[in-house]
């Protein structure tokens, strides 16, 4: 992310909407991009990736959905903030935008006080320190080449399994995985497997570094899914 000017990408076919968040993005210092098409939006976000995308549920040629997904199972845009700006305010939509990797979900017609400080949040979000091949978040150092995992010194040993998904959730420290997301980015999405297979195995990965504060940084989220914190904390279940 640039520390000068934030670029967002604008995904969104209603012409009066880019118009008020093109107009409202810019006098907040944003450099803004818009796209009014789902499979032009997801090309553009891959070719150039912006800092945050704000992205439309409904959208020709490819749902905000779809488009959201693409980008989370995407290597160039995975890690990229998204805010989702929608019509639909029922409960399960929301829930729904949030599982499929949505960041935050805005319903309209919204505040863009409220927008532009939810942007700010989302921009905020903390990243992981990544110095050659290797992830550092709190306590807990991950070596990405030689599959070696270190916290406070001690080194912990971790089934191939285990080694992916502390990987995948250390890349984006403080970010909430349902399971969904979790078996999609660790056993593939392809995988014919139950959600509890990601509780059982977050056991063993805890259990791995229950001698350590690095078991503190496995953060349940209850009814959704789990996270990395960016330093040990209490955990909560």
């Not at 939509?93 to 960041?103: E, N, P, Q, S």
């Amino acid at each position: 992310m640039s520390n000068i000017t934030p670029s967002i990408l604008v995904i969104e076919d209603e012409p009066s909407q880019v118009e008020i968040l093109r107009y409202n993005l810019h006098q907040q210092g944003f450099d803004v991009r818009v796209e009014m098409d789902g499979e032009e939006g997801l090309q553009a976000a891959i070719e150039d990736p912006p800092d945050l995308i704000l992205l439309d549920w409904m959208l020709p040629n490819l749902t905000g959905i779809e488009v959201c997904r693409k980008l989370r199972r995407t290597k160039e845009t995975r890690e990229i903030p998204v805010i989702m700006l929608t019509a639909r305010s029922e409960e399960r939509d929301k829930v729904r935008g949030l599982d499929i990797g949505a960041d935050d979900y805005i319903t309209k017609p919204y505040s863009i006080k409220e927008l532009i400080a939810r942007i700010h949040s989302a921009l905020r979000r903390p990243t992981a320190s990544i110095v050659e091949h290797k992830i550092f978040v709190g306590v807990i150092e991950l070596d990405l080449e030689k599959h070696k995992v270190v916290s406070e010194g001690v080194a912990i040993k971790l089934g191939p399994t285990e080694f992916r998904l502390l990987a995948a959730m250390m890349q984006s420290p403080e970010r909430v995985f349902s399971r969904e997301q979790l078996l999609d980015l660790v056993w593939g999405i392809s995988a014919d497997l139950e959600t509890r297979t990601v509780d059982v195995h977050i056991g063993r990965l805890r259990q791995a570094l229950s001698k350590t504060k690095g078991k503190a940084q496995i953060r349940t989220v209850r009814g959704f899914g789990y996270a990395v914190n960016t330093a040990g904390s209490v955990e909560l279940t």
